[in-house]
């Protein structure tokens, strides 16, 4: 979600909707466009956040090296050289399913805060 201020009368959203996206990159898209209440904020009006990691092992895809971590590079940067095998970076889905539990459930992360969050 982002905003912006627009002054003056639209002729409609799903035309301006079409007007941004021919200015943008292919992987950058307005999917819709809304009117937002006075005062919305799209930073500081935030209810919540969702963050995806998708974590790979193996021989690292070139077409997916913007969009996963892989454990193959990572073992190979801290030992400096390359695993004898594959399996030696395997991942160990159910020791990180265990681990994954303890962020489960609510938790305060105002100490992460944006300091400049009016109050």
């Known amino acids: 979600v982002v905003h912006f201020d627009v ?5 409609s959203l799903e035309s301006d909707s ?3 996206n021919s200015f943008l990159p292919q992987d ?3 999917l819709g466009l ?3 209440d006075e005062g919305f904020d799209s930073h500081f009006s935030s209810c ?3 963050y995806i990691y998708k974590f790979a092992a193996g021989l690292p895809d070139p077409t997916q090296a913007k969009y996963r ?3 193959y590079d990572r073992w190979c ?3 400096r050289g390359k695993p004898s095998r594959l399996s030696d970076v395997a991942l160990d889905v159910g020791l990180m399913q265990e681990a994954a539990e303890l962020l489960l459930g609510r938790h305060d992360f105002s100490a992460f805060m944006d300091s400049k969050r009016p109050p």
């Open 7 to 11: 002054y003056g009368s639209r002729d």
């Open 18 to 20: 079409l007007y941004y």
């Open 28 to 30: 950058v898209r307005v």
């Open 34 to 36: 809304s009117y937002a």
């Open 48 to 50: 919540g956040k969702t």
């Open 69 to 71: 971590w892989w454990v």
């Open 77 to 79: 940067e801290r030992s």
